[in-house]
Each structure stands twice: as structure tokens, then as C-alpha cells.
């Protein structure tokens, strides 16, 4: 059953001013409007009021109840309640304290080009199709209690003052392609079940989303925001999409809930106060998940100046060591190139699993725990290989239990001592590999633990 008019409308029109004698001539009415019905306001150009014809809400509702399109026109007071079957359709029109209450819209409805001062949707409004505000100017913007099933378009559009959504349900994909916000953009208790497009927005304040859940993809690439992006305690379930954006304030993301297949991106932004856990990024970054370790590279880099700028040194680290393995794995090797890969695996072996690239001196102290053992055993394996001279395998019934004393006495000297030992010279024949490898080896990790040490005490 379609609306009808409410009996609360005002029918004579307000703000209506005096038409200038030397202005032109308003665009003529579709034929649904009654001439003697209306009065034509116009002003000189560079006034910056739009030449529209001055409608009496009264009959802009009959109109759309018609199906019919309003273009061009002003009308204050507008007030949309109850079904609407027809699409509902505004072009270049002017809106003044507009309300959409308790309504229900079975087709699209369109508002382009138009100016609107002081929208207000609420109570329960359903829009079942498509809800379009393309290319408009509005302000002083509040959603609340509003159901979107189709897509939410909002291309291009200008939103003055603040901008309020409040327990909103929205269905399908929301577009805000190149919108332009003048005041905050706030977002709370809202659910978006389909993509969320703030790519290239412009925001004069900030913007903010709070116990919301986002079901698709948050895309806010080539975003511009002045001051804070919050995302508060908001349930994010599909990728996050900072790649280009413009952060000039702090981006909080450590409260959020991560659904199990949540991503990251953040290739190329500007965004130097990141509040965001390691733990949330693990694992998590799109670039790393497909192996584009190349771009993964940069955005760690991203990441690690982030942390490092607001003096979180550990944090600042685990950025560090995803830096360096990400630009191990984007290095080309192959066997027609030996040395590349003989490089990747010295690589790996001593840098990273030696000192994780210089951030963890622990794990330099159990690379050579786990070295001297190992050359421990080979030595007292080929204890025959030695001297005879050392206490150890000259006393009386020396067993199995000396010779392993005897490795591991042998093991933590070379190690520790290096080439400066002297016990290079206290055997012969093939032994002597050994030795000088692991001389090698525990000069080559000592170096590695004074720096990964100093690294964690200087900071």
C-alpha cells in the first residue's frame, strides 16, 4: 500500500525569497507539477544558490509517490513515511531539513547531483533496492536505525559538518569513491556485509568505527585522512586495504577481532603511528600470504618505521626480522647460478637461524650450544686422531665417558678460541677439518652475538 501524504506537512512554502528582477528565467517543471502551484526563486550568478523552483513538500510527496522524477526544484520540510512501490528520483534538487522516517522503499532510490542540508534517516527505514546520493552535497548527515539491502552509492559526494551512522544494516556493497568528508565520520554499532569502498576519500577531521562488523573487504586505498582512522573494537573478517592512504594521525587496529581469514595491506601508504600488534600481523599480510615477497619486503619496512617512531624497540625488531627474511625469499636463485643458492643458504643458516638477523642474541647462544655439541661428538668419536698428551685420554682405563669429557673440553676451546688455540697443532690428518671449521664458525657467531646484543642494550 503506497504512503500518503502526511497530515502534519506544511504546505506553504518558507525562506522564500524576493526573485531578482534581471536574473534568468528557472528551467520549466516536469508536466506532473501544477504551475499555479508553485513560485520560481532565482538569484544572480555567483551567489552560490542554486536556480531552482520552490516546491511545497505537499506536492514533491505526490510526486514521488507517482513515480515521478523531481528535478531541479527546492523544497523545505520534505518529510517520506510509510511504502513506497515507484522508484523515488531526484536530480539537481535542493532539500532543506529533509526526513526519512519509518519508511519503506521497495525500488531504488536516487538523490544525485542535489544539495541537502541536514539529512536525517531513522527509525527502522528499509531500502530494499539500491540507495544512490552520488555527486550530492550534504550536511549534517545522520543514519541511524537504517536497513540498506542493495548498494549503497555514494560516489563523489560531499559530506559538510559531521557524519553519523548508527546501528545500520547494510546488505550489499557500500561506494564512497572519491567522497569528500568536511567534518568527522563516525561509524558505530554498524554491520556491512559486502565490500566497504573508501578508496581516495578525503577526510578533514578523522574517522571512526566502533563495535561495527566488517564482513567484506574495508578498502580505504589512496584514502586522506587529517587525523585519526579508529577502528575501536570493531570485527574485521575480510582483507584491510591501507595500501596508498595518506594517515597523517595515529591508525588504531589493536583492539580489533580478526576473523579467520582477515589480511592486511599497506604497500606505498604513508602511515608513521601504526597501532598495531605483531601478533595481528603475522601471518596476515596479503602480500606475504601470496608469496610476493618483493612487496612484503616494503611493507615491513613500512611497519618497522612505524614502530620505531613511537620507540616500540621490540616490536621494532620483529619488523626488522620479517624485513630480512622476506628479502632473502625475493632474491632470484638457481642451481645455473650456484652461488646464489650457496648464498640463501648461508643466508639462512648463520643470519637467520644464527642471530635472527641480529635481533635475538638468545638464539646466537644456542646456535652454539648446539655447535660445540655437535663437534663435541666428532672429536671424541676420532679421539685417535689426537695427542696422546691431554690427562684425559692418557689416565689409566679411559672410556667412552673420557673421550666425551675430552670432545667437549675440545669443542669449547676451538669455539671460543678461534685459530688463536693451539690445538691445530696437536693433531694431523683429517681432524683438522673440524677444527678449523668450527674455529670459523665461533668466530663468525661471536661476531653475530655482540652485535644482536648490543643491538637489544644501546636502544
Avoid at 554491520?191 to 576519500?201: A, L, P, S
Avoid at 578525503?202 to 582512522?229: D, I, P, S, Y
Avoid at 589480511?263 to 598495531?276: D, K, T, W
Avoid at 616490536?315 to 650456484?338: I, M, T
Wanted: proline share 3%; aromatic share 10%; net charge neutral.
Amino acid at each position: 500500500m503506497a504512503a500518503q501524504p502526511s497530515d502534519d506537512v506544511s504546505t506553504h512554502d518558507t525562506g522564500q525569497e524576493e526573485m531578482s528582477p534581471h536574473a534568468p528565467q528557472a528551467a520549466p517543471l516536469s508536466h506532473s507539477i501544477q504551475e499555479d502551484s508553485t513560485t520560481e526563486t532565482t538569484t544572480q550568478h555567483g551567489t552560490g544558490r542554486s536556480e531552482n523552483t520552490e516546491m511545497s513538500p505537499r506536492e514533491a510527496l505526490e510526486i514521488l509517490l507517482r513515480g515521478d522524477e523531481l528535478n531541479r526544484v527546492r523544497v523545505v520540510g520534505l518529510r517520506l513515511k510509510g511504502d513506497f512501490v515507484e522508484p523515488v528520483r531526484m536530480r539537481h534538487v535542493e532539500l532543506v531539513n529533509p526526513q526519512i522516517s519509518k519508511a519503506t522503499f521497495a525500488s531504488p532510490v536516487e538523490i544525485v547531483g542535489s544539495t541537502i542540508h541536514k539529512l536525517r534517516i531513522e527509525r527502522n527505514t528499509e531500502f530494499c533496492d539500491t540507495l544512490v546520493l552520488s555527486g550530492s552535497t550534504i550536511s549534517n548527515t545522520t543514519f541511524r536505525n537504517v536497513t540498506v539491502k542493495g548498494q549503497f552509492r555514494c560516489e563523489g559526494a560531499v559530506f559538510k559538518s559531521r557524519t553519523n551512522f548508527r546501528s545500520c544494516h547494510f546488505g550489499n556493497r557500500l561506494a564512497f569513491w572519491e567522497a569528500d568528508f568536511g567534518g568527522w565520520a563516525n561509524f558505530r554499532n554498524c554491520t556491512f556485509e559486502g565490500e566497504v569502498d573508501f578508496r581516495t576519500i578525503e577526510v578533514a577531521q578523522g574517522m571512526g568505527f566502533e563495535g561495527c562488523t566488517l564482513n567484506g573487504n574495508a578498502l580505504f586505498r589512496g584514502a586522506a585522512l587529517t587525523k585519526k582512522l579508529d577502528f575501536g573494537s570493531s570485527r574485521v573478517n575480510g582483507l584491510l586495504d591501507l595500501a596508498k592512504a595518506k594517515l597523517h594521525d595515529y591508525v588504531y587496529l589493536e583492539g580489533i577481532i580478526q576473523g579467520e581469514k582477515q589480511q592486511f595491506a599497506f604497500a606505498n601508504a604513508m602511515a608513521e603511528r601504526l597501532r598495531i600488534r605483531p601478533e595481528q600481523i603475522e601471518g596476515r599480510l596479503k602480500s606475504e600470504c601470496d608469496a610476493d615477497h618483493a612487496a612484503a619486503m616494503q611493507e615491513y619496512g613500512l611497519i618497522k618505521r612505524s614502530y620505531e617512531a613511537q620507540h616500540q624497540y621490540e616490536e621494532d625488531d620483529w619488523a626488522f626480522y620479517r624485513f630480512k627474511v622476506n628479502q632473502r625469499l625475493s632474491r632470484e636463485h638457481n642451481w645455473k647460478r650456484p652461488w646464489t643458492v650457496l648464498a640463501r643458504t648461508c643466508d639462512r643458516l648463520f643470519l637467520d637461524l644464527g642471530c635472527g638477523y641480529g635481533t635475538n642474541p638468545t638464539r646466537a647462544v644456542v646456535s652454539a650450544v648446539l655447535i660445540m655439541l655437535l663437534f663435541a661428538a666428532v672429536y671424541a668419536a676420532g679421539s685417535n686422531g689426537f695427542a696422546r698428551q691431554h690427562p684425559l685420554l692418557t689416565v689409566e682405563g679411559a672410556g667412552a665417558g673420557h673421550r666425551l669429557l675430552f670432545g667437549l673440553v675440545t669443542s669449547v676451546s676451538v669455539f671460543t678460541a678461534g685459530f688463536t688455540g693451539d690445538h691445530l697443532h696437536s693433531t694431523n690428518g683429517w681432524m683438522l677439518v673440524p677444527l678449523a671449521t668450527e674455529a670459523l664458525m665461533g668466530t663468525l657467531l661471536w661476531g653475530l652475538f655482540i652485535v644482536a646484543f648490543s643491538r637489544k642494550v644501546i636502544r
